[in-house]
């Protein structure tokens, strides 16, 4: 069923080039042990110590929504696209949040970081480490990113209800960002048909990204049959 996290995989069927290119990515074996045994109801499984400070991170993070200190988020970046494909070379967890607003009108982390502090988290840089996991929060910049958290996908970390960005929203934020580690991702998707291209078209052309687009086929999938 489209939008829904699929069981994660361990090789890649992509073709040699792109292989080559992701092979140079310091993938993260943290992250290859806890997501490899993805199951196909969006359920995590296994038997390593750390998924706990995943399930721990996630827990504080459901609290805090909870107790009002933010709205709904969703997972995303490299993490939220390792629930569909392949481990990434990241083990930091990006939180979009939808962030109640301040007096004035103005949207502030201070109560996130507040509030996990006074219950021992710390901050390293613009990272928040919850119980070991380092956590970054960002509210939606802009109608994309705002349009992925509202459609987020509900699942379950190791017994603890979540929500992931959908696979086309990650690709369409990717596409967006336009970074050489967001195309090797976007052409993880497209490779492993982990993402339905008729809603993916549909993105592209509501949030302005044809252009992107038509760059991209250019770049990296002209050809790729030949």
């Not at 709205?71 to 939808?98: H, M, N, Q």
Request: aromatic share 8%; net charge negative.
């Amino acid at each position: 069923m489209w939008g829904q996290p699929p069981s994660a995989v361990r090789s890649s069927e992509a073709r040699p080039g792109f292989r080559r290119e992701a092979a140079n990515l310091p993938a993260s074996r943290f992250v290859l042990m806890f997501f490899e045994n993805l199951a196909n109801r969006g359920v995590l499984a296994h038997n390593d110590s750390k998924g706990d400070l995943v399930k721990t991170a996630i827990e504080a993070i459901n609290q805090m929504q909870a107790d009002g200190v933010i709205g709904k988020y969703a997972i995303g970046g490299a993490v939220g696209a390792t629930l569909y494909l392949e481990p990434a070379a990241t083990i930091d967890l990006d939180i979009f949040v939808v962030l109640p607003t301040a007096v004035g009108g103005l949207l502030t982390l201070t109560p996130i970081y507040e509030y996990l502090k006074s219950r021992g988290a710390k901050v390293v840089d613009e990272y928040i480490e919850i119980d070991g996991w380092a956590v970054q929060f960002l509210p939606p910049s802009n109608d994309l990113e705002t349009e992925a958290v509202a459609e987020a996908v509900s699942t379950t970390v190791e017994g603890v209800r979540t929500w992931v960005m959908s696979a086309e929203h990650l690709v369409a934020i990717a596409l967006r960002t336009g970074r050489s580690k967001d195309h090797i991702r976007l052409l993880q998707f497209i490779e492993r048909e982990a993402v339905n291209r008729t809603k993916l078209q549909s993105l592209i052309e509501k949030h302005g990204l044809t252009l992107k687009w038509k760059q991209f086929e250019s770049k990296y999938l002209e050809g790729a049959d030949e």
